[in-house]
């Protein structure tokens, strides 16, 4: 197992370079570090916990209804805020179609509104025909009718 750190490309034996044992010396140590700031962050926050749980217990009463208070001012503002923001978007967007800017979409609604002109062209002359098919029918009954 140990000659196999020491094995290089080439397949022979030789000892690892400096540059890989400084990289492996600084990540050891980085690493090292690295948890011993997390146990005591761990250990801060267990202690900060303890000490702050009866002053939450004793304000509870307080701080949930303004917590949620705050959240919902706070959520407000965002979501009027968002509609604002929207309203001037679509508002700037109406205007620069309507100056002929050709805004991002003018070819989908151009689109659309062109099949929506033909489709009620063709159910405009649909019903045409049918008003007179139903005359024609009309007339047909009443000379019947009238025989």
């Known amino acids: 197992m140990t000659q196999k750190l020491y094995e290089s490309a080439s397949g022979s034996a030789s000892a690892p370079s400096s540059?890989?044992?400084?990289?492996?010396?600084?990540?050891?140590?980085?690493?090292?570090?690295?948890?011993?700031?997390?146990?005591?962050?761990?250990?801060?926050?267990?202690?900060?916990?303890?000490?702050?749980?009866?002053?939450?217990?004793?304000?509870?009463?307080i701080l949930v209804p303004s917590g949620i208070v705050i959240f919902m001012v706070i959520t407000g503002l965002l979501f009027s805020g968002g509609c604002g923001v929207a309203a001037i978007t679509a508002l700037s967007w109406i205007y620069n179609y309507v100056q002929g800017k050709h805004p991002r979409g003018a070819d989908?609604?151009?689109?659309?509104?062109?099949?929506?002109?033909?489709?009620?062209?063709g159910v405009t002359e649909k019903a045409k025909e049918y008003?007179?098919?139903?005359?024609?029918?009309?007339?047909?009954?009443?000379?019947?009718?009238?025989?």
């Open 19 to 61: 540059r890989k044992a400084f990289k492996f010396l600084t990540a050891t140590t980085l690493g090292a570090t690295l948890l011993f700031l997390s146990g005591l962050i761990l250990t801060g926050t267990v202690v900060a916990l303890v000490m702050a749980t009866p002053v939450m217990v004793l304000f509870s009463p």
């Open 108 to 121: 989908q609604l151009d689109h659309a509104r062109d099949m929506i002109a033909s489709m009620a062209r």
């Open 131 to 147: 008003g007179q098919y139903v005359q024609h029918k009309a007339r047909e009954v009443a000379q019947g009718q009238g025989s």
